[in-house]
């Protein structure tokens, strides 16, 4: 059984992937760099405050040396990093975007997420991805080259241990029967799974597995093929049954900004980024990722309050 929809129809829900916490070269702004718990509580407990449907923490265990430079090597434990913001804030969701499941037993990964839904009042949503780092599989004794695989089996056998107390692996990497996994989530019948990426095998996944989709494209043709795709696909292998769509957006500033911005960006009103926001739910969208530029933590604070108070209001039809 699948879990009912976040985000009711006609609704779009936006959330945000809270700073600090991962430092990669292609999106990290240099005041991150110097800053740690205190600012990262300040992003999150702005946004919790300013409507944000959900808060999303990322997932890597080590980075190799080959790709220290491009990624940084600073990557925040996901289920840590999420318990604590469990206790920081109120309404928002907490998102792992994305946890490779493929590198855990399924029974480990539902039990942290269901004592995080448990010790969170019931906010999760689990974002799972295949992982791109083999020095990291390499490392933590799983198959890079069979990913895809296992990832298929962590997905049904996460969703299996979610729903049911005493769930039945089939396996075959990690077989499993009559072993409980409590306490249960506080959701019913479980978190609802988010499926990440854009090649044909995680649309695929995403269609015969999610409950939702994270694409990682925020290009609007790529995405509206992607959509397309997705949509022939669930109707294929799961008729019927609705699936939650998300989609990244470039950087976001309201109001004139102060520096040089990206050609991507979307700088403008509440209305003119209300309006962008919109083309994207007449694909089929439900819900977006917002990326802010900043210059601190104030100042992303300070963009996260007014995008709760002046755009949010508007993207609810």
């Known amino acids: 059984m699948r879990p009912p929809l976040l985000v009711p129809p006609g609704s779009v829900g936006f959330g945000i ?108 949503i689990i974002g799972v991805g295949a992982g791109h780092v083999p020095e990291e599989f390499d490392a933590l004794g799983a198959d890079f080259e069979g990913r895809g695989r296992l990832l298929d089996e962590a997905i049904d056998g996460l969703a299996a241990s979610l729903s049911e107390e005493f769930p039945i692996l089939d396996g075959p990497r990690w077989p499993a029967r009559e072993l409980s996994v409590a306490p249960r989530p506080v959701q019913q019948p479980r978190p609802s799974i988010w499926v990440g990426g854009s090649t044909p095998p995680a649309l695929r996944r995403a269609a015969e597995r999610g409950d939702g989709w994270l694409p990682q494209t925020f290009r609007r043709t790529e995405l509206a093929e992607q959509i397309s795709r997705l949509l022939r696909l669930r109707e294929e292998l799961r008729p019927g049954e609705p699936i939650e769509i998300g989609a990244l957006l470039p950087v976001v500033h309201i109001g004139a900004a102060q520096v040089e911005m990206s050609k991507h960006a979307i700088v403008g009103s509440p209305e003119q980024i209300a309006e962008s926001i919109h083309e994207l739910v007449a694909l089929g969208v439900s819900h977006v990722q917002i990326r802010f530029s900043s210059r601190s933590a104030m100042e992303l604070c300070e963009q996260i309050e007014e995008f709760g108070s002046e755009v949010g209001p508007l993207l609810q039809r």
């Open 17 to 124: 992937q809270l700073p600090i916490q991962s430092q990669s070269s292609l999106y990290v702004e240099p005041w991150e760099l110097g800053a740690g718990p205190e600012e990262l509580a300040q992003v999150a407990r702005a946004a919790d405050r300013s409507g944000f449907m959900y808060v999303g923490i990322c997932d890597h265990t080590a980075i190799p040396r080959r790709l220290a430079q491009a990624m940084g090597t600073i990557w925040y434990d996901t289920i840590a990093t999420l318990g604590w913001l469990a206790a920081l804030t109120t309404n928002t969701r907490l998102l792992s975007h994305v946890y490779i499941a493929a590198l855990r037993s399924p029974l480990r990964s539902a039990k942290e997420f269901a004592t995080l839904d448990v010790l969170s009042g019931g906010r999760v």
